[in-house]
Each structure stands twice: as C-alpha cells, then as structure tokens.
C-alpha cells in the first residue's frame, strides 16, 4: 500500500489560515490524493481530493506539488469545530480492491 | 437513505459472546468498507465489499471475524467468541461505484462494542 507521512500534530489560532502538509513519495499516477477528517467521537469525514490540479472547494483547498510527491491541505481561516485528526490517504484500485489505507494523521488543534 | 446507518450504536457484552454489527449503506453505492478503531488509535481496514462479494478480506483479524452483505446493500459483520481486544468502534463506509478513484467514502457513526 503506498504510504503518506504527516505531521503527528499541529496547532493553529482561530480564524488565521492552517496548512497541513503530506508526504507521498512512492505516489503512482493513478493514484488519487484524497483527504478526510474525524471529529471527536465521529467517523471519518470527506474534505478534499485531487489527481494532478490544486483543488478548492467549500471546505479547504488542496495543493499538489508538481511532482505529486506531495500535497498541503489548506483551511483558509480556522474555526474552532477544524480541530480534528486530517488524514491523507492515496486512492487507488489494486488487486480488485479501492480500500482507503489510513494512516495515524495530523492532530489539529485550534486556540481561541 | 440520508447517510451510512449503523446499528447498533453501542454494545456491550460478555467475553465468549457472539456480536453482529450492521451497516445500512447509501441506497445505490455498490462499494462497503469496514473498519475498526481501537481507542487512540488509527483506522484498522478490515474488509472491502463490491456488490455482494469480497475481493479484499485482508484486514479481518482473526477466523472468529467475517462479514457478508446481501441485495447489494446491507452488511454484517459478525465477531464470534468474543475476546476483550475486539473492543473498538466499527466503522462502516460506503463510496458511489467501483473504480472510481476520484469518489467519496461516506463514513457512518460507527458502533462502540465494549467486551467484558
């Protein structure tokens, strides 16, 4: 399974811009950067995915290096409910089977 | 349905005791994931359900664990004999169709089993 490496943890202020980065080095080209997130006693959320462009949507944006050997996850002005574990995850289909491969994520946590 | 429903949301029961969990999926997603979750820890892949078959069972722990979905839709995990160190939240998730990298997993709430 083809591993990303983040962070353990990172701290932000409330409402300044938050980058959270992910290593992918083995990356391969069908492969998908995706990006979830889990809030305190929930299941794992959708935040973001790309393939090769830098993405934005309602929630963050996502910045692929042009190698694709890495990505940052951007939340432009932090709340207090972005506290949560981020994981990077690369998607793929291998052997017949799309499993998400989670890692241990980046804690983030947000001050007042 | 509105989001993946899981059932139940907590459970309890005796070490040697058998347990099923369900997963309700979105109505129409062919793909269903389980997790486990252990308390602190990371998500545990378990096993991969494309319509009612399981190409990816390579994350159950143990013969004591199997899961099978009927119609396409809903799923059970079943844990036999139960051991304290399946006490962990289960998750279940389902994405839209089969491979499409660029869909989302939907997560559900998850179950808590405690085992004592």
């Known amino acids: 399974d083809a591993k990303t490496t983040q962070p353990n943890s990172m701290e932000s202020n409330e409402e300044e811009p938050v980058h959270l980065p992910c290593n992918h080095s083995?990356?391969?080209?069908?492969?998908?950067i995706h990006w979830y997130r889990q809030l305190p006693s929930q299941g794992p959320e959708y935040v973001i995915h790309?393939?090769?462009s830098n993405v934005n949507n309602r929630m963050a944006s996502l910045a692929i290096a042009e190698d694709r050997k890495s990505s940052t996850l951007i939340l432009h002005r932090a709340t207090l409910r972005d506290a949560a574990v981020y994981y990077c995850?690369?998607?793929?289909?291998?052997?017949?089977?799309?499993?998400?491969?989670f890692g241990k994520g980046t804690k983030l946590t947000v001050n007042p | 349905g509105a989001g993946v429903s899981q059932s139940p949301s907590n459970k309890v029961t005796e070490k040697g005791k058998d347990v099923e969990l369900r997963c309700d999926p979105i109505?129409?997603?062919?793909?269903l994931y389980w997790y486990r979750q252990s308390l602190g820890q990371g998500l545990e892949f378990l096993i991969y359900?494309?319509?009612?078959?399981?190409?990816?069972k390579s994350g159950l722990p143990s013969d004591r664990f199997s899961a099978e979905r009927t119609g396409g839709s809903v799923s059970t995990l079943t844990i036999q004999r139960t051991q304290q160190e399946d006490s962990a939240v289960y998750l279940c998730?389902?994405?839209?169709?089969?491979?499409?990298?660029?869909?989302?997993?939907?997560f559900g709430q998850g179950t808590r089993l405690t085992v004592v």
């Open positions: 998730a389902s994405s839209p169709t089969h491979g499409q990298m660029n869909t989302e997993a939907f």
């Open positions: 083995t990356i391969s080209g069908t492969d998908y």
């Open positions: 790309g393939l090769t």
């Open positions: 995850i690369l998607r793929a289909l291998k052997g017949g089977s799309e499993k998400l491969v």
């Open positions: 109505s129409g997603h062919t793909a």
């Open positions: 359900f494309q319509g009612n078959s399981a190409p990816d």
